[in-house]
């Protein structure tokens, strides 16, 4: 990686490349940069995994195999922002499947226990909008939901 800008790095236990390769077959703009791997005498078994470099959506990560230390939990999550329906959708399937768990308003976790938000990039401006009236019924109707659903949520922001 380089110096500029920033890098997340995801602490796994040991499956830093399956998640890795599992994030850049969901997001455009991904692939693999580098693997690493732990040396005679590191704390994990010479050869092993220790980082994999990679982007998704453009974004730098460095996936780590740390050992169990460490897990997730949704004090940090990823939020993406998505431009209709069906990008909802299709974030939501591919990241709750296989393990992954629905949560209350956008949030999820996924099969690593990673926290994630699919946003409609549309929300935050309804939610902040500066008619209280339309601010509060598209919050209430978006924590009555798990997955986001614009349609919805535009029917609540209009007062239909």
């Known amino acids: 990686m380089t110096a500029d800008g920033f890098t997340t790095c995801l602490w796994f236990d040991d499956q830093a490349e399956e998640a890795a390769h599992y994030y850049v077959s969901i997001f455009k703009n991904s692939g693999i940069?580098?693997?690493?791997?732990?040396?005679?005498?590191?704390?994990?078994?010479?050869?092993?995994?220790?980082?994999?470099?990679?982007t998704a959506n453009g974004h730098k990560f460095c996936a780590l195999n740390g050992g169990p230390q460490f897990t997730f939990n949704e004090a940090v999550s990823l939020q993406i922002f998505c431009e209709n329906q069906d990008e909802v959708d299709y974030y939501w399937t591919k990241l709750t499947e296989n393990g992954g768990e629905e949560g209350p308003c956008g949030w999820l976790k996924d099969r690593y226990g990673l926290s994630w938000q699919v946003v409609p990039e549309r929300l935050p401006r309804m939610i902040t909008d500066p008619d209280p009236a339309r601010a509060t019924r598209t919050t209430q109707a978006m924590m009555e939901m798990r997955k986001l659903d614009i349609a919805a949520l535009e029917k609540a922001y209009a007062g239909e």
Do not use: H, I
């Open 33 to 54: 940069q580098n693997v690493s791997r732990y040396p005679e005498g590191a704390p994990q078994p010479a050869g092993t995994v220790l980082t994999v470099e990679f």
